[in-house]
């Protein structure tokens, strides 16, 4: 969970991780930021605090598989992915939410249809909440990867922010579609928003929120490793 405020009081962290199913709360993602921490130098400055919770997508068919999926979308929740996406709908139905945001790849889709179920808002899809583009990457089971590219695979683990294909380079465009994806969210008049999306975009919207650059993707490479 994400708490952006208009103060630079901190919130004690709490020391680890805890996950619980697909929810998971992180002592880097929960802090009050001032308006320059926010990603962005240009986003609207926040006039009340905002509650931002982020969910990744139950598992699919070709996470299942051990396929890049990237940005494509060609594969849908598992048996699994839908009953983890229901375990979170559980978990979070005690919780008050004005607004969902949501990737518009199916298998994010899917996941948030199945969480936001009885509630009164529509879904909100915003394209800049799908996965990161991995391009000529994506279709390709893991050890093709590795075989067909070698040394830019190995890029692509190791160095991330420098990771180039086809002409691209994936996380500095995931980096800035982060960046807009804040903007329309603090411009909603809700004070409590759910986010459900991709493991990659999501940790591009922590990152952002606290203000880092492209390259704390160097200390969070295992994001990639399963989008």
Sequence with gaps: MLLLAPSLRPIPASTGRRCRGLVCCSSVSEQELSPNLRPGASLLPL????????VRHGQSTWNAEGRIQGSSDISVLTPKGESQAETSRQM????????CFTSPLARSRRTAEIIWEG?????IPDSDLREIDLYSFQGLLKHEGKERYGVLYQQWQKNAPNFSIDGHYPVRELWDRAQNCWERILAHDGKSVLVVAHNAVNQALVATSLGGCCYVFMVVLVMLRDV
């Design 119 to 123: 509630r009164g808002e529509d879904l």
């Design 47 to 54: 006039r009340e605090a905002k509650r931002v919770v982020l």
């Design 92 to 99: 979070l139905l005690s919780d008050s939410f004005d607004a």
